[in-house]
C-alpha cells in the first residue's frame, strides 16, 4: 500500500469529490489522480536504475504541484522527496551530496526539468529498501537531512490521530505552505487515507486565511503556533464551521489559546510535540493548555516517553527507517507531578552561565505570558569576553512598550541571572517556509 494508491481508490469511489481546494481552483480526486498518471515522468523513466529504487528531489513552489510530482515519482516506484524550494544554492548542492540523491525534478517557467543528483555516489537500495518516500528535516537554520518512511510509519497511527483530529470523510482541512515541511505533508497524509478535502494556502496571508475558512467551511485548521499566533491579531469575529485547531513545534501558550477559542467557539484545540524522525510523541487539548500554558502534554497511544539527566526519550513504532528504538532527539524536560511533560528546548539551546543553567525556552515562555507580547523568540549567543548570553527578539501590541517596560515585567517571574542580555523589537518574526523561526536572519539581526 502507498499513497498513490489512496488517490486512486478515493477517485474510483469519489471521482467529483474536492480533494484540494486553493485560493482560485478546485481540484477533484479524479482530477488529481488523472494528473498525477499523466505527469511527464514517463519519458524520464529510463534514466532511473534498474538495480535498485532511486531518490528523486522534488523543487516546486507550487504546493498542487509538488503533490502531484511526489505521487507521480511513488507511482514509478522511486522515492519521492519533496524540497525545501528556498534553500540557498550551496545548501540545496549540500542535500544532494551528503544524502546522495539520484535526480531532482525540478519547476522552472519553461516546465519541469529532471537534473542528475549525486551520481555514482547515490547510495544502494539498502537504506531505503520498504521505504515509499522520503522527508526533510525542517529546522530552521543547516542544511537539511533526508529521512525515509514506510507507508506504514505513518499509517498505522492515522486511525488514532483522525479520530482525535476530527478528520472524517467529511472534514475540510486547512494548511498553509509548502508539502516540504513533514508537519503539512502528515496532514495531507491523514486527508487522502480519509477522503476528505484539503484547504491549502499557498501565501502568508492571514486575510485570505479567514476567507477561505469561511467560503470552504473549514473544520480543521493547522497552523503552527507562530502562525496561529498571527491570526489572532486579525480575528474579528466567530467561525462557527470551525471543530479542531491542530498545532505543534512550538508552544501554543494560554493567551493565544483563549483567543483562538473565542473566534472559533465550536472548536477544540490540540497543542502536539513531534518529530520528523519520528511522529506524534505527545499531546494535549484545550483545557489542558490552559491548566499547564509550558507543557506539551502526555503520550499519545503506543507511544513510551521518559527522562533521563534532563533529556527526553522516546519508544515509538511510528518512526523513519534505520532509526534504533529508544532514541532521544536531545530536546530536554521533566514531567511534572500531574504526569505532563514540560518541554525546556533543545539541548543546545540550554545556556551554562558560570555553572547556571539558564533555558532559552524558559525565557521565551515568560515573555509569551505578558499580555503586550505578541511573540517572542529567545536564542542563545556568543559575547566576547562574557561566554553565552541570551537575545531575545520580541514582537509587541503597542508601539509605546519599551524594552525598559519589558524588563520589569520580566523582572517579576525570572530570575536575574535569567534575564536576556539583548532584547530586540520587531514588527514581526521572520518565518522560512517551514513555518519555523528563520534564526540565521535573526542571528544576523544581532550581529547587526
Known amino acids: ?17 474536492p480533494y484540494i481546494v486553493l485560493h482560485d481552483r478546485r481540484i477533484t480526486y479524479g482530477q488529481a489522480y488523472e494528473d498525477a498518471r499523466e505527469f511527464i515522468l514517463p519519458q524520464w523513466k529510463k534514466q532511473f536504475p534498474k538495480q535498485y ?15 502531484v510530482a511526489f ?4 507511482d514509478a516506484g522511486q522515492i519521492p522527496i519533496i524540497g525545501h524550494f528556498d534553500l540557498p544554492a550551496t545548501a540545496e548542492q549540500a542535500l544532494v551530496e551528503r544524502n546522495g540523491i539520484g535526480f531532482l525534478l525540478r519547476e522552472t517557467d519553461k516546465g519541469w526539468q529532471m537534473e542528475t543528483g549525486a551520481g555514482e555516489s ?34 498505522g497511527f492515522i486511525p488514532e490521530q483522525n479520530r482525535r483530529f476530527c478528520i472524517d470523510e467529511n472534514a475540510v482541512v486547512f494548511v498553509e505552505g509548502s508539502f516540504s515541511f513533514t508537519g503539512n505533508l502528515s496532514i495531507w497524509a491523514s486527508v487522502i487515507y480519509a477522503g476528505c478535502t484539503l484547504a491549502v494556502s499557498e501565501t502568508f496571508n492571514c486575510r485570505q486565511w479567514l476567507d477561505m475558512i469561511e467560503t470552504c467551511k473549514v473544520s480543521v485548521l493547522y497552523l503552527v503556533p507562530a502562525k496561529l499566533k498571527m491570526l489572532t491579531r486579525y480575528l474579528k469575529r466567530e467561525y462557527p464551521s470551525m471543530k ?26 490540540i497543542l502536539y510535540y513531534g518529530a520528523s524522525e519520528l511522529d506524534y510523541i505527545t499531546w494535549l487539548d484545550y483545557e489542558e493548555v490552559l491548566r499547564y500554558p509550558d507543557s506539551v502534554g502526555k503520550p499519545v497511544p503506543g507511544v513510551r516517553v521518559w527522562v533521563e539527566d534532563g533529556l527526553i526519550y ?11 528504538q529508544p532514541c532521544t532527539l536531545h530536546d530536554t524536560g521533566y514531567f511534572n507531578t500531574d504526569g505532563y511533560l514540560i518541554f525546556n528546548g533543545r539541548e543546545s539551546d540550554i545556556i551554562n552561565k558560570g555553572g547556571f543553567k539558564i533555558s532559552c525556552t524558559k525565557v521565551e515562555n515568560a515573555l509569551c ?78 550581529g547587526q
Request: hydrophobic share 40%.
Open 71 to 74: 505521487l507521480a515519482v511513488m
Open 244 to 269: 479542531m485547531i491542530l498545532a505543534g513545534s512550538q508552544l501554543l501558550g494560554a493567551q493565544t489559546a483563549e483567543k483562538l477559542k473565542n473566534a472559533f467557539p465550536n472548536c477544540n484545540i
Open 122 to 155: 547515490a547510495p544502494p537500495e539498502a537504506p531505503y529498501r520498504n521505504a515509499c518516500m522520503g522527508v526533510l528535516s525542517s529546522g530552521s537554520t543547516d542544511v537539511p537531512k533526508v529521512m525515509y518512511r514506510t507507508y506504514e510509519s505513518w499509517a
Open 1 to 17: 500500500m502507498n499513497y498513490i494508491t489512496l488517490l486512486q481508490r478515493n477517485a474510483q469511489h469519489n471521482a467529483d469529490k
Open 53 to 67: 529504487k532511486t531518490t528523486v528531489l522534488i523543487l516546486s513552489q507550487h504546493v498542487y504541484h509538488q503533490l
Open 314 to 324: 522516546i519508544d515509538t513504532p511510528y518512526h523513519v527507517e534505520g532509526l534504533e
Open 369 to 446: 505570558s505578558l499580555p503586550e507580547v505578541v511573540q517572542a523568540v529567545v536564542l542563545p549567543y556568543e559575547d566576547e569576553g562574557r561566554g553565552q548570553e541570551a537575545a531575545a527578539f520580541v514582537v509587541c501590541s503597542g508601539a509605546t512598550f519599551t524594552k525598559q517596560d519589558l524588563r520589569q515585567q520580566l523582572r517579576r517571574v525570572l530570575m536575574q541571572q535569567e534575564m536576556p542580555k539583548k532584547i530586540l523589537l520587531l514588527k514581526e518574526i521572520p518565518l522560512n517556509s517551514r513555518g519555523k523561526t528563520d534564526k540565521t536572519a535573526l542571528r544576523n539581526m544581532l
